[in-house]
Each structure stands twice: as C-alpha cells, then as structure tokens.
C-alpha cells in the first residue's frame, strides 16, 4: 500500500505544472531575436557555442530604406534567457563593430558618412523584460569609440502588456 502511495505521489508530481523558471536560452533563440529587430536582417556564418554565449564572428546586419546604415561586426556574443517561449533576457556583446552607409544614400552628409567609415566601436549591455510587472531594465550597457570615447547608459521602463514576444519581436 505505500509502495502505491509514493507511485502516485510521483506520478502527480510529474503531471503537475512546474513553475516555469527562465533556462538559458539556445543559439537558434537568440539569433531568432536578433534578425529582424528593428527592420535589420541578420546575415552570420554557423554560429557555436562558447563558455555560455552563442559566438557569431563575422555577423552583418543588413538595413533596407535610406538612413539606416549597414552594421558589421568582428565579433558577436549574446546569451540570454527564456521563459516558456518567450524570450524574457539576452546579453549582447559586440567587438569591432562598424556601421557603413549606402554608397547612393543621400540622407547623410559625405562628413558623417566619412566619420562612420573610419570609427569602430565595441558595444556591450543586457536587457530584460518582466511580463508580471510591465518593467524592461537596460543595464551594463558600454558604448567603447576607437577614438577613445566611452559612454556608459542604462535605463528602466515600465508599459502594461509587455513580454518577450512582444518586446522582441523575432523572439
């Protein structure tokens, strides 16, 4: 009789919902998060996993529409994580990155366009939304010019309805 008592306490603790944690989240989410995010398109080779982050060298992010410039970087690292389905958190950390403009996109002057050709930045920060609250925290975020120029930004906000489908969109 307890022989049968502890299988059915087993057996209902399998049936029964677990509290879903936030997992890290796989290479294929985050680059699912990544392409499309605001109208770019996300061109990388095979993408590996390394020490906990999705490794992406040689990623491009290609934009279509005048003013919006291509971006290349050296190299791309994100990691992140899920709840469910949804995409709650995802660290990005970007090495060599460059933003070049279309050669026949008149929306910026031949200076700026210059300045952008010549600069490299390394870019580093974390986001993630909470459903429950409505709250999306920017933090860590390093913006590193190869003129030597740092900035440092961090944010929080806070929308009703938000969760990571809808904070990312491709997420």
């Not at 392409?35 to 996993?49: E, I, S």
């Not at 992010?61 to 005048?66: D, F, M, N």
């Not at 974390?126 to 860590?140: E, F, K």
């Not at 010019?145 to 944010?155: D, N, P, Q, W, Y």
Request: charged share 20%; proline share 5%.
């Amino acid at each position: 009789m307890l022989r049968h008592l502890s299988l059915a306490a087993v057996l209902v603790a399998l049936a029964a919902p677990a509290s879903a944690e936030p997992v890290a989240a796989d290479c294929p989410a985050l680059l699912a998060a990544v392409d499309g995010f605001d109208g770019y398109q996300l061109t990388v080779p095979p993408a590996g996993p390394q020490d906990g982050w999705c490794v992406l060298d040689g990623a491009a992010l290609r934009a279509e529409g005048p003013g919006r410039p291509d971006l290349t970087a050296d190299r791309l690292r994100l990691r992140g994580t899920v709840d469910g389905a949804d995409l709650v958190g995802i660290e990005v950390d970007l090495a060599g990155l460059r933003a070049a403009y279309k050669a026949n996109d008149r929306s910026v002057d031949d200076r700026t366009r210059g300045l952008f050709r010549l600069q490299s930045a390394d870019l580093r920060f974390a986001a993630g939304v909470d459903a429950a609250t409505g709250r999306v925290d920017l933090s860590g975020g390093v913006l590193r010019l190869s003129s030597g120029t740092e900035v440092t930004f961090a944010a929080t906000a806070k929308a009703g309805g938000l969760s990571g489908r809808r904070f990312w969109p491709g997420g």
